[in-house]
């Protein structure tokens, strides 16, 4: 069984900076690829950044230029570095990998989630 534990969450002032991480561990082949994901109250999840095994990475638009995905393969571990953090980007952010077993077959994993919160 694989599982992706999250950290990093917390309270910050408007225009702060936070660091989520997410490690993978349990028995499995590779990861392909990984990202992070958003719930706020009342609205759907959505896809904050993601990076393929290969390092090429996804950005929603709301956060190009002030959030920085980046992972570690030794580590199994990717990272979302968020600056300039804004009201709005308070919600519930998930991690989540395609883990590849080992059968070869691939399996989308999700994380717990960690609370952000951006308030004065």
């Known amino acids: 069984q694989v599982q992706l534990v999250e950290s990093g969450g917390g309270l910050v002032q408007p225009g702060g900076s936070l660091r989520l991480s997410c490690a993978a561990s349990?028995?499995?082949?590779?990861?392909?690829?990984m990202g992070w994901y958003r719930q706020a109250p009342g609205k759907q999840r959505e896809l904050v950044a993601a990076?393929?095994?290969?390092?090429?990475?996804t950005y929603a638009d709301s956060v190009k230029g002030r959030f920085t995905i980046s992972r570690d393969n030794a580590q199994n571990t990717v990272y979302l570095q968020m600056n300039s953090l804004k009201p709005e980007d308070t919600a519930i952010y998930y991690c989540?990998?395609?883990?590849?077993?080992?059968?070869?077959?691939?399996?989308?994993?999700w994380g717990r989630g960690t609370q952000v919160t951006v308030s004065s």
């Open positions: 989540h990998a395609e883990v590849i077993d080992l059968i070869l077959q691939q399996t989308d994993y």
């Open positions: 349990g028995r499995f082949f590779s990861i392909a690829g």
């Open positions: 990076i393929t095994g290969r390092g090429t990475t």
